[in-house]
């Protein structure tokens, strides 16, 4: 549950459905249908996009999808695949609530049934992960780059920066540009099945479990214990979602699963692990901005440039 428009209204989540309370009169305004039965909404952020629209983000947990929904006009913005596994660079492309997305349905006894998005294509790739891209967009080179936080094996596993150490890149792997390769490229579906979902428990350990608006950046924690970590940022006149960074505590791996987090005091994020002998474990995170990322990767750059200089000189 969240509210939005200044305290106007409550977006609640109903099943795969979302309820719009309006607070003035305690009545459902409308109802949003972004996903199909089984589908559950189980998390529900607010955050405002690069233009200062205030948006709406919901996370599926049977089909592992994120949603974004501008608040103003009700339309569905984007939708990104939560279950990569490696999501690091992913980018999807967030249209204007002007740009048509059967996204929003009014209070009716079907809703929205069948709302796919012709426009858009999943590639999916061993090397890079998957990628959510508009038809219209143009395919770029990604690396897989592993981001680690290091903090004292400790029963509380702090990590106070929230930064990841020591970044380590690996080759890049250019997406292939050959359209007409029926096994990379699929219609994008708000269906629970997901061609790049890996089976088993690799799968489990990739299902999203909360949705956190932690200051211009969303957070979405897995139940492996890694956190996608989501920046807006404006590309030609339009938006576009990108993973900025991938967090993960080493420490944490022996406490089992992650079963929850919180943001805490608008800067903090608490997550849960539980084990099989239902043990816990808690690991804070000091929550970043944009710019804080920024700064670090630009440092970590640096860094790179003077220790090639210094074995150059050598």
């Known amino acids: 549950m969240e509210i939005t428009s200044s305290g106007a209204e409550v977006w609640y989540s109903n099943g795969p459905g979302i309820l719009i309370i309006d607070c003035s009169s305690m009545e459902i305004s409308r109802r949003l249908e972004p996903f199909s039965p089984p589908s559950v909404i189980t998390s529900i952020a607010c955050n405002s996009e690069c233009h200062g629209e205030e948006v709406v983000w919901c996370l599926d947990e049977k089909s592992n999808f994120l949603v974004m929904y501008h608040v103003t006009t009700y339309q569905l913005c984007a939708r990104y695949f939560c279950g990569d596994c490696s999501p690091l660079r992913d980018m999807f492309t967030i249209q204007q609530p002007s740009a048509v997305i059967p996204a929003t349905a009014p209070i009716n006894p079907k809703g929205l049934e ?17 990628q959510i891209l508009n038809h219209q967009d143009s395919l770029t080179d990604y690396c897989s780059m592993s981001s680690y936080s290091s903090s004292p094996p400790t029963r509380l596993a702090r990590c106070p920066s929230s930064l990841p150490s020591s970044p380590t890149s690996s080759s890049s792997a250019p997406l292939s540009t050959d359209f007409e390769e029926p096994d990379k490229f699929h219609e994008l579906k708000p269906s629970p099945d997901h061609d790049a979902m890996p089976a088993g ?114």
Not at 114 to 130: F, K
Not at 213 to 220: F, G, M, N, P, S
Not at 232 to 247: D, F
């Open 114 to 130: 069948g709302n796919s998005l012709a426009d858009m294509s999943i590639i999916y790739s061993p090397e890079v992960g998957t």
């Open 201 to 314: 428990d690799g799968a489990r350990h990739l299902q999203a479990v909360k949705v956190l608006a932690v200051k211009d950046l969303i957070w979405i924690p897995r139940r492996g214990g890694d956190i996608i970590v989501i920046g807006l940022e404006k590309e030609s006149g339009t938006q576009r979602g990108r993973v900025i960074a991938v967090l993960k505590a080493g420490e944490v791996a022996p406490y089992g699963t992650l079963v929850d987090a919180a943001l805490i005091a608008k800067d903090t994020v608490v997550c849960c692990f539980e084990n099989e002998n239902t043990e816990w474990c808690l690991a804070v995170w000091r929550g970043w901005s944009s710019r804080d990322f920024n700064i670090f990767y630009q440092a970590y750059e640096e860094l790179g440039r003077l220790e090639t200089c210094m074995r150059k000189r050598r």
